[in-house]
């Protein structure tokens, strides 16, 4: 629930062409015959589907570089976490590297779950002094580097150029106001004769970027300090502009069946991950490009990674690390990049522009360093339960079945009975 | 002497499975659940003790009380819309017409179809924009209906109650009913209908008054079927929140979500307590109920 | 003439009523299927029970791409563990409670039929911890060993289908010298063939459909069972991750049916009459 998000773009196209159906296992003895086997193996547990493109795979490249077998467990987001702090609990060493979440990282790392890397990272080729400035703060928080980020990615807003052209609307820039941002939403809207939507001007904010228009809106979202949700004025304020939204029918009602509406071209504007860049550049039937999420006070964009981190009870710690190594070296990140479309977090690497997907029609990357500046960790630290509590709340509030303030408090008060358990 | 003794050892050796089972599965977690109870436990295993503070916590919360009350008032109209709608579809089956086997597949097929499939089917048939239902109503209508069946508080229990009619459940209180209804002596029938008797009158006079055992026992088990099956018949259909409101937020998703989302697994046993009591009580008024009813061969 | 037609007319309103009830009993079987075959945008935006373009792409990706033949093992595995954990154990404690009199019998039947009402749910969250700690989860154990120390329901179900059997014929095989487990072995477990086969068929059922507890105890792909698999996208393509793709869920929701389906037309007589008396319980 929490994150259909950083579902690399490996998803979308090869996906299709296939999920792990063995070939992660098929792979890595293919893998281990082509090149200098040490006859070392690590698994590692994350939650999307590694590539299917073997030049576009960092977990076999790494294993060709390296020589050790990588088995890649795929555990489904929606219950990622939850299948994470279960191992950790029982002290399962069947996996060796886990790609942990901002949620979960200092609860393990309190528990022993997970080992400290300062003294491998002091000989290694891994130059954690280059993250962005965000990371750097976390692992400070943490006293002591416990995880490293396999990438940064952000939240951009995505849109249908041709609708905007039809509508002689000039496209969005980075600093298109939130105002620009409503009355576009409003001209680009096309009613049926009897009132219905047939092309809504913006589609639902989701479960990640919800939060982008309420830190935008003012609201902390996240303290650091205490670990609590911080949300008040920002957030009845976003959610009121999308309430109304609904109900002139320029946003989409929350729905049980809800689709993809931009996807499908009913829908001028959505906010997304920047991962969905490479998922849309094969299957989108129109033009499109993105910018800056439009926000109300400030610039706020939720930073998205996960950490490479090593199981306190593995027994392979130090092949683990050779190949956190990899992923984390220039080649390593270079490929997820091109792959998934996320920005490395080491700055150097990132400047080198691996993640500005080959074939996409985007115009605008600075859209993306544009979000990642202004990227901090934010409603990824909490219980996934608060958020997800949290978004049917506003869901509800934008069916016109409490009222803002109502869901913003509801919301509140469910995160103050369960955050500091 | 001797040989009893040996039998005496020979019947607790059969029976020693079970023993077994029952110590280790059921007795141990009940002590064990009590115990977590009062611990802080997380997901991750850290626990310390922390006396009553869930119960203190849980008896505080909003969302404790709004799962109570959405539990109960679940668990209860489920049991008696699944039992009546058991008993229609029995009642039709019993008219002795052709093709009555083929009517009884049809009836009762959903009834084995897994659970998940049967929640995903129906929150499509209800969707907004794609749905079969609007998409009927539609047509009947002439009109584009775009009800939001399972998000707006007005449709959702009946879209809820709706779908549990399909259940494993209501199957099988149909076959139950069903036999029941055979089992009733034709000639009590037959004396009635020299006085002109009406189908009605006959089912209300006679077949309600031989099947009511049924009706209690149904009923009261299916509470327990709801309690439990509901976990698996809401989680895919409306998320662990419960959508709209909460209000099919029933204590299985409360306490998954609780566990798993939020790891608060002490907490989670506390609500464990509660639903653990609740079944309790079903569970002595089927034993109530049954005891004055249903003949019981023992 | 009159009480002729007033009967025809009676009859046809009958079979209309009954059809319209099948109808709605079948509509989501019927939804299921031809959701299958349809394209993921006809599924979202149109509600035609015909597709207006048929697609087997969603029947192709399953077969090719996911691991259903995993998952089909695991089911498998489950159904047969716990049939053959069941049987062999239930109907142990089944016989000593419908035939050999000993001390605290009473006791031990009312404890099972009190547990009985005990709804799994109510305890799974113990139940995890403990397999927790003794290593159990992410494996079939949790699911399939507890099965080897007789389920309360199949023992009191067995224990009722002994106590029809005519003592008479344990007496004479235990005057022809058989011990009382040959007398279980010999006499009661071959008489009672239909019991066991309600039984197996039943808990295949069961467990063909759990969802719940794969749910709490499965982590990695390996030991998935179709259920989560259907639940957590592994069956399905689902290329953008904030679209469910349902026609994909349907065809496999489809393939998922037809086993039911199937032992429905086969058994049908066995799976009503389990069901029936599993239900009534005495």
Redesign the interface.
């Known amino acids: 629930?929490?994150r259909?998000?950083l579902?690399s773009i490996g998803?979308?196209g090869t996906?299709?062409?296939?999920?792990?159906?063995?070939s992660a296992l098929a792979a890595s003895t293919e893998g281990a015959s082509e090149t200098v086997s040490t006859g070392e193996s690590v698994t590692l547990a994350v939650w999307n589907e590694p590539n299917k493109d073997d030049a576009l795979n960092m977990y076999k490249q790494c294993e060709k570089a390296t020589g050790i077998q990588v088995d890649v467990?795929?555990?489904?987001e929606?219950?990622y976490?939850?299948?994470l702090?279960?191992?950790?609990?029982?002290k399962?060493s069947s996996t060796d590297i886990y790609v942990v979440w901002e949620t979960d990282i200092k609860?393990?790392a309190e528990?022993g779950?997970i080992i400290n890397l300062d003294d491998d990272l002091k000989d290694s080729s891994i130059n954690t002094g280059d993250m962005i400035d965000a990371v750097s703060k976390l692992t400070e928080g943490l006293g002591g580097t416990y995880g490293l980020p396999w990438c940064a990615a952000a939240e951009v807003m995505y849109y249908n150029k041709d609708m905007f052209d039809a509508a002689g609307i000039d496209y969005p820039t980075n600093d298109w106001s939130y105002k620009d941002f409503k009355a576009a939403a409003e001209k680009l809207t096309q009613k049926?004769e009897?009132g219905?939507t047939a092309v809504y001007g913006m589609d639902l904010p989701?479960t990640q970027t919800w939060w982008a228009g309420i830190g935008g809106a003012g609201d902390q979202v996240y303290d650091p300090e205490s670990g609590k949700l911080v949300i008040g004025d920002g957030a009845v304020s976003f959610v009121s502009d999308c309430a109304k939204m609904v109900k002139d029918g320029i946003m989409p009602?929350?729905?049980?069946?809800t689709?993809?509406l931009f996807?499908?071209g009913k829908a001028a504007m959505s906010w997304?991950g920047t991962w969905?860049i490479g998922?849309y550049k094969d299957?989108l039937g129109f033009n499109w490009d993105i910018a800056t999420i439009p926000t109300n006070k400030v610039k706020y964009n939720t930073l998205h990674t996960g950490f490479y981190t090593i199981n306190a009870n593995s027994e392979k710690q130090d092949a683990a690390f050779k190949v956190i190594e990899y992923l984390m070296g220039e080649e390593g990140q270079t490929i997820n990049s091109k792959a998934s479309g996320n920005m490395s977090a080491i700055k150097s690497i990132a400047a080198e522009g691996a993640w500005k997907v080959d074939g996409a029609p985007v115009e605008n990357w600075d859209a993306v360093t544009d979000a990642l500046e202004s990227g901090v960790f934010g409603y990824t630290c909490l219980?996934?339960?608060?958020t997800?509590?949290a978004v049917?709340e506003f869901?509800?509030a934008l069916?016109g079945?409490?009222s803002p303030e109502d869901a913003v408090k509801?919301a509140s008060?469910?995160a103050a009975?369960?955050i500091g358990? | 002497m001797k040989g009893t003794k040996k039998k005496f050892q020979i019947a607790y050796v059969f029976c020693l499975p079970w023993l077994i089972g029952f110590v280790c599965f059921t007795l141990f977690p009940i002590g064990f659940m009590i115990y977590n109870s009062l611990t802080n436990r997380k997901l991750t295993g850290t626990s310390s003790f922390v006396g009553l503070a869930n119960y203190r916590n849980m008896f505080r919360s909003k969302v404790f009380w709004n799962s109570l009350r959405v539990t109960l008032f679940y668990t209860i109209v489920m049991l008696v819309i699944t039992t009546v709608w058991a008993l229609v579809l029995a009642i039709l089956l019993n008219n002795k017409i052709k093709l009555n086997g083929l009517f009884q597949f049809f009836y009762f097929l959903p009834s084995v179809v897994p659970t998940v499939a049967l929640a995903y089917a129906f929150r499509t048939m209800f969707g907004k924009d794609g749905g079969l239902l609007n998409g009927i109503l539609g047509n009947l209508s002439g009109k584009n209906v775009t009800i939001n069946w399972l998000m707006d508080p007005k449709t959702v229990y009946l879209a809820v109650f709706f779908v549990t009619l399909f259940t494993y459940n209501t199957g099988q209180m149909m076959l139950i009913f069903r036999s029941g209804i055979a089992d009733v002596p034709k000639d009590l029938y037959e004396a009635v209908e020299l006085d002109g008797a009406g189908s009605w009158t006959k089912f209300w006079h006679i077949t309600l008054p031989m099947i009511s055992p049924l009706v209690l026992f149904n009923a009261v088990n299916g509470a327990i079927s709801a309690l439990n099956g509901s976990f698996a018949l809401l989680y895919p259909l409306s998320g662990e929140n419960g959508d709209p409101k909460g209000m099919t937020q029933v204590l299985s998703l409360l306490i998954y979500k609780e566990a798993f989302s939020n790891m608060k697994v002490g907490y989670a046993c506390a609500l464990s307590v509660v639903l653990f009591v609740i079944a309790a009580l079903f569970g002595i008024a089927i034993f109530a109920i049954s005891k004055k009813t249903v003949y019981y061969e023992t | 003439m009159k009480a002729s037609h007033k009967k025809t007319g009676r009859g046809i309103a009958l079979y209309a009523v009954m059809i319209l009830v099948a109808v709605i009993m079948f509509a989501p079987i019927v939804w299921i299927f031809s959701g299958g075959f349809k394209t993921l945008t006809e599924f979202t935006t149109s509600a035609k029970i015909i597709p207006e373009k048929m697609t087997l792409e969603n029947y192709i990706y399953i077969f090719t791409q996911s691991k259903i033949g995993l998952y089909v093992r695991n089911t498998l595995l489950l159904i047969v563990g716990n049939t053959v954990g069941t049987l062999l154990s239930s109907s142990l404690v089944a016989y000593a409670l419908a035939r050999l009199e000993f001390r605290g019998k009473n006791v031990i039947f009312s404890i099972i039929v009190a547990t009985m009402m005990i709804p799994n749910i109510a305890l799974i969250i113990p139940q995890y911890i403990m397999f927790g700690k003794i290593g159990w989860l992410d494996s079939l154990l949790p699911m399939i060993v507890p099965s080897f120390f007789a389920y309360p329901y199949n023992v009191f179900l067995l224990r009722q289908y002994f106590r029809s059997i005519p003592k008479e014929l344990d007496e004479a095989a235990i005057m022809d010298g058989c011990s009382k487990f040959q007398v279980f072995s010999r006499i009661i477990v071959p008489i009672s063939k239909p019991t066991f086969v309600t039984i197996g068929i039943l808990s295949s059922v069961f467990w063909w459909n759990e969802l719940t507890q794969p749910v709490f105890y499965i982590n990695s792909d390996k030991w998935r069972t179709l259920t989560i698999a259907l639940m957590t996208s592994y069956m399905y393509t689902s290329g953008n991750a904030f679209v469910i793709n349902w026609p994909s869920i349907m065809a496999a929701s489809s393939l998922m049916i037809i086993p039911p389906m199937i032992l429905y037309l086969t058994a049908g007589k066995h799976l009503e009459g389990g069901i029936k008396t599993s239900g009534l319980k005495g």
């Open positions: 629930m929490m259909k998000k579902v998803l979308a996906l299709a062409a296939g999920m792990l159906s063995g467990t795929v555990i489904p929606s219950d976490s939850s299948k702090n279960q191992m950790v609990a029982t399962d609860n393990f528990t779950g049926n009897d219905t989701n009602e929350p729905s049980s069946d689709s993809d996807g499908a997304q969905m998922s299957t219980p996934s339960g608060v997800s509590n049917s869901d509800n069916l079945q409490e509801n008060d469910y009975e369960t358990y």
